[in-house]
């Protein structure tokens, strides 16, 4: 299985980018899918995530937006309001399982499936 995320980018503050990822198996439509960021000397941080509901990191929360396609093999983050602390690689994490949890979204150790990552840079 694979995820393969693509869209990011060179943006300025205020810009909107979206990135999105998209599995190769069928076997995520059930499941639950999501996105980290990594920034430079900082450790991997949740941003968004859903299944059972759609769950937001508080420093994102309001600006980004989280969705699927109806297949719901492909994820997609909507970001708007971008600011230079946005910058990192983005990260698309996916599992199996719809989390029933609320923790477990949040938590890195709980999705199976990692994607490349895909490098958003916002400057001011």
């Known amino acids: 299985v694979q995820l393969q995320a693509s869209g990011g980018g060179s943006v300025q503050t205020g810009d909107s980018l979206r990135v999105s990822c998209t599995a190769s198996?069928?076997?995520?439509?059930?499941?639950?899918m999501g996105w980290f960021r990594q920034a430079p000397g900082k450790e991997r941080e949740f941003v968004a995530a859903g299944c059972r509901g759609d769950y937001y990191g508080d420093s994102v929360k309001g600006r980004f937006a989280i969705s699927r396609d109806n297949a719901r093999t492909t994820v997609y983050l909507q970001m708007n309001s971008l600011k230079p602390e946005d910058t990192a690689v983005y990260y698309c994490?996916?599992?199996?399982?719809?989390?029933?949890?609320?923790?477990?979204?949040?938590?890195?150790?709980?999705?199976?499936?990692w994607g490349q990552g895909t490098q958003v840079t916002v400057s001011s």
């Open positions: 198996s069928h076997s995520f439509k059930r499941g639950t």
């Open positions: 994490a996916a599992d199996d399982r719809c989390f029933s949890t609320r923790s477990y979204y949040f938590q890195r150790s709980q999705y199976y499936y």
